[in-house]
C-alpha cells in the first residue's frame, strides 16, 4: 500500500525534530552549550574585562615599532633654551611669538600642552590674540581630581578647541577624573 505524500512529508519531519531533540541532549552539545553560556555570562558581569585588557595590551606589545612620521613636529623648550634666553617659565610674549612663526608654515594643527591660565611675563594680550584668533590651535587644561583642584584652559578659548592632560588613574589602572571643574562640560561624556 503506497504512502500519500503529505503523510511522508509529515513523518520525515517528525523525524528531523526527533533527531534534533535527541542530539540535544548529546555530551558534548550540552557541554558546549553550558561553556558558552558560563562565557557569556562571565562577560557580561565584567568578570573577564582584566583578561581582556591584558591580551590587547599584550597584542599591542608584540606590534613592530613604526617610523616616527615626518609629518608631525614637536617643538619643545629644553634646558638650553632656557640659559640662552635667561627665561623661566617662559613669557607669554614669547609663547605668542613661536605660535605666530608655526602658523605661518600653516600646519593642519598646533597643540599648546602649556597651562597658560594666568599671565606669566608680559605678552599676555598677545597670547590670548593669537589664540582666539586662530581655530587651529588646541590649548589644555588640567582635570581637577579628588586631591588637585586642575588648571584652567586659556582664557577665551573655545571648548571645541580644549583638550586635556594628567587624566588621574586609580590604582587599578582606570581612569577616575571628575571631568568637568576647570575643563570644558563638553568632557564630561568621558566620565561615563
Not at 617610523?67 to 614637536?74: E, G, I
Not at 613669557?91 to 605666530?100: C, E, P
Request: with cysteine; hydrophobic share 45%; proline share 9%.
Amino acid at each position: 500500500m503506497a504512502v500519500p505524500p503529505e503523510q511522508t512529508s509529515a513523518v520525515s519531519w517528525q523525524k528531523i525534530v526527533a533527531n534534533g531533540l535527541e542530539r540535544l541532549g548529546h555530551p558534548i552539545v550540552m557541554a558546549t552549550a553550558a561553556a558558552a553560556a558560563l562565557v557569556l555570562g562571565g562577560r557580561a558581569l565584567g568578570l573577564l574585562q582584566g583578561a581582556e585588557l591584558a591580551t590587547y595590551d599584550q597584542l599591542l606589545r608584540l606590534r613592530p615599532s613604526e617610523a616616527p612620521d615626518d609629518r608631525l613636529l614637536v617643538v619643545g623648550i629644553t634646558e638650553a633654551d632656557i640659559q640662552t634666553r635667561q627665561e623661566w617659565p617662559i613669557s607669554d610674549q614669547t609663547i605668542a611669538d613661536v605660535l605666530t612663526v608655526i602658523l605661518a608654515a600653516e600646519p593642519v594643527a598646533v597643540g599648546l600642552d602649556l597651562f597658560r591660565d594666568v599671565p606669566i611675563g608680559p605678552g599676555r594680550e598677545a597670547l590670548l590674540e593669537t589664540l582666539a584668533s586662530s581655530p587651529l590651535i588646541v590649548g589644555v587644561c588640567k582635570v581637577s581630581s579628588a586631591d588637585n583642584a586642575g588648571v584652567a584652559p586659556p582664557p577665551g578659548m573655545p571648548a571645541e578647541q580644549i583638550g586635556f592632560s594628567d587624566l588621574p588613574v586609580d590604582s587599578g589602572g582606570d581612569f577616575t577624573a571628575e571631568l568637568g571643574g576647570h575643563c570644558p562640560p563638553s568632557f564630561r561624556y568621558l566620565s561615563g
